[in-house]
């Protein structure tokens, strides 16, 4: 999870972290995040140390998981 401010104002800070889930294929995944800074932080999603393309928000979605999706989400 990567957090971006402008450098001014409040430093952005994690609240809430994503909780863990075990899923089985085919099931709906979904993280959250709270943060919070000024101005309002950007929160970035990563799969495995990786950015996940179009990741850009508080909440990440899978729709059906499949067992490519398997990995560490942050």
Known sequence: LILWG?????PAKIYRQPA???LRTG???????????K???TVTW???GRPLKGAVGSRLS??????????TYT
Do not use: I, M, R
């Open 6 to 10: 402008d450098g001014a104002g409040d």
């Open 20 to 22: 863990s889930l075990l």
């Open 27 to 37: 099931q709906a995944a979904a993280f959250q995040v709270v943060a919070a800074g």
């Open 39 to 41: 101005p309002v932080p």
């Open 46 to 48: 990563q799969k495995n």
């Open 62 to 71: 899978l729709p059906a998981v499949t067992t490519a999706d398997a990995g």
